[in-house]
C-alpha cells in the first residue's frame, strides 16, 4: 500500500486532517506527526499493542520509557500516583512548554506504555496541532521521537517516510520542523526533580 502523507498547517489545524489522523490512532494505528519539538511517533498511550508496535518500529528496548503527550495539567492526577510539590510548581512554571516530566503511573496505564519501575513521562505541548489530536483522541497521545533508536529524530515528513515506509497508517506533512532541542527531560518520582536530559527548557537548579 502506498504512504498515507496528508499536508496540515500544524499552527492552524484542519478538523478533517486532525479527525482523520485520531480515528487512525483509535483504530489502533500509530502516525506521525510534528509535535512542539521534532517529528513524533503517535499512537493512543492507553493502547499497549500499538504502544508495542512503535518500539518495535523504532527498535527502541521495551524497558525504556516513551514521553505521551496531554492537554491539560489536570490530566495528571488520573495518570500518575500523584504529583510532588516540585512537579507541581515545575508544571505551574514551564507548562504548557517543551518539558517532559516522569511521575509513578497510576494502575489504569497499561504495562507496554509504562516506563522503568512502573513510571510515565507525560508532557503538556505548547503547540495547536499536538492538542487538537490529543482532544480529538480523547486522551493522551504517545509521541517518541520520529527515528530508529540512537539515531537523530526527523525534521521533515519525507524523512519519516524514508525510515519508516508503509508500516505508519498516517502522515501528516507539517513542514520542516525548526526546533534545535529534544524536550527536557527530569525525574520527580523521588520528590525531587532530577535532570535527565537538558533540553529546550533550562530548569531552575533551585527547584
Same mark, same amino acid.
Given at each position: 500500500?502506498?504512504?498515507?502523507?496528508?499536508?496540515?498547517?500544524?499552527?492552524?489545524?484542519?478538523?478533517?486532517? @486532525? +479527525? /482523520?489522523? !485520531?480515528?487512525?490512532?483509535?483504530?489502533?494505528?500509530? @502516525?506521525?506527526?510534528? &509535535?512542539?519539538?521534532?517529528?513524533? /511517533?503517535?499512537?493512543?498511550?492507553?493502547?499497549?499493542?500499538? #504502544?508495542?508496535?512503535?518500539?518495535? /518500529?523504532?527498535?527502541?528496548?521495551?524497558? /525504556? !520509557?516513551?514521553?505521551?503527550?496531554?492537554? +491539560?495539567?489536570? =490530566? #495528571?492526577?488520573?495518570? *500518575?500516583?500523584?504529583?510532588?510539590?516540585?512537579?507541581? &510548581?515545575?508544571?505551574?512554571?514551564?507548562?504548557?512548554?517543551?518539558?517532559?516530566?516522569?511521575?509513578?503511573?497510576?494502575?489504569?496505564?497499561?504495562?507496554? =506504555?509504562?516506563?522503568?519501575?512502573?513510571?510515565?513521562? $507525560?508532557?503538556?505541548?505548547?503547540?495547536?496541532?499536538?492538542?487538537? $489530536?490529543?482532544?480529538? @483522541?480523547?486522551?493522551?497521545? #504517545?509521541? &517518541?521521537?520520529?527515528?530508529? =533508536?540512537?539515531?537523530?529524530?526527523?525534521?521533515?515528513?519525507?524523512? @519519516?517516510?524514508?525510515?519508516?515506509?508503509?508500516? $505508519?497508517?498516517?502522515?501528516?506533512?507539517?513542514?520542516?520542523? *525548526?526546533?534545535?532541542?529534544?524536550? *527536557?527531560?527530569? +525525574?520527580? *518520582? =523521588?520528590?525531587?526533580?532530577?535532570?535527565?536530559?537538558?533540553?529546550?527548557?533550562?530548569?531552575?537548579?533551585?527547584?
Amino acid at each position: 500500500m502506498p504512504i498515507k502523507i496528508r499536508k496540515i498547517d500544524p499552527d492552524h489545524p484542519e478538523k478533517e486532517m @486532525v +479527525d /482523520l489522523c !485520531a480515528e487512525e490512532i483509535l483504530r489502533g494505528g500509530c @502516525v506521525s506527526f510534528l &509535535t512542539d519539538t521534532f517529528y513524533g /511517533l503517535g499512537c493512543s498511550l492507553m493502547d499497549g499493542a500499538a #504502544v508495542e508496535m512503535i518500539f518495535r /518500529l523504532k527498535h527502541r528496548p521495551p524497558n /525504556l !520509557a516513551t514521553i505521551s503527550l496531554i492537554s +491539560d495539567p489536570g =490530566s #495528571v492526577e488520573a495518570l *500518575t500516583l500523584g504529583a510532588p510539590q516540585c512537579a507541581e &510548581t515545575l508544571m505551574r512554571r514551564y507548562w504548557p512548554g517543551p518539558l517532559s516530566i516522569i511521575f509513578r503511573a497510576s494502575p489504569l496505564i497499561p504495562a507496554p =506504555s509504562r516506563g522503568p519501575e512502573d513510571t510515565i513521562a $507525560l508532557r503538556c505541548p505548547d503547540h495547536r496541532l499536538s492538542r487538537a $489530536l490529543i482532544e480529538a @483522541v480523547g486522551g493522551p497521545v #504517545v509521541a &517518541t521521537s520520529a527515528n530508529r =533508536s540512537g539515531e537523530h529524530p526527523a525534521r521533515t515528513s519525507d524523512e @519519516v517516510a524514508r525510515i519508516f515506509g508503509n508500516q $505508519l497508517g498516517l502522515i501528516l506533512d507539517c513542514g520542516k520542523a *525548526t526546533a534545535t532541542k529534544p524536550s *527536557t527531560l527530569v +525525574d520527580v *518520582t =523521588s520528590g525531587q526533580v532530577r535532570m535527565l536530559r537538558e533540553g529546550a527548557v533550562d530548569i531552575d537548579p533551585s527547584l
